[in-house]
């Protein structure tokens, strides 16, 4: 392999590291559909706990893709978006969903992964 390949795997095994994790696909799909609010994401994604969720946005959020904005209201409100270099994979994210809506339902049901629940 040259090292060009090399490094490029290696930068690319970054991406998919930063991309991966169980639900922030689904977080960055949400969100690229428009701003959420916690709540919102919550109801949105069957079988994420609080906890996880909170997780997931944290770590988007370090890794600069996604932005949290807190209002100063009573009771208080955040919103969550996806920043600039999150909207450049916007592209990526119509592809996977043309992708599935292609292919999607020749594929197995099994890939919910275990602990979640299945929409139907």
Known sequence: MSEIVATMQEEMRRAFAMLS???KLEIMWLLNQRIHRFGELRKAIPGITQH?????LRELEADGLVSRTVFAEVPPRVEYEMTAKARALGATMEALTAWWLEYGSSLPRKSAGPGRKRST
Not at 52 to 56: C, I, Y
Request: aromatic letters at 12%; zero cysteines; hydrophobic letters at 50%.
């Open 21 to 23: 994790g169980k639900w």
């Open 52 to 56: 996880m969720l909170t997780a997931q």
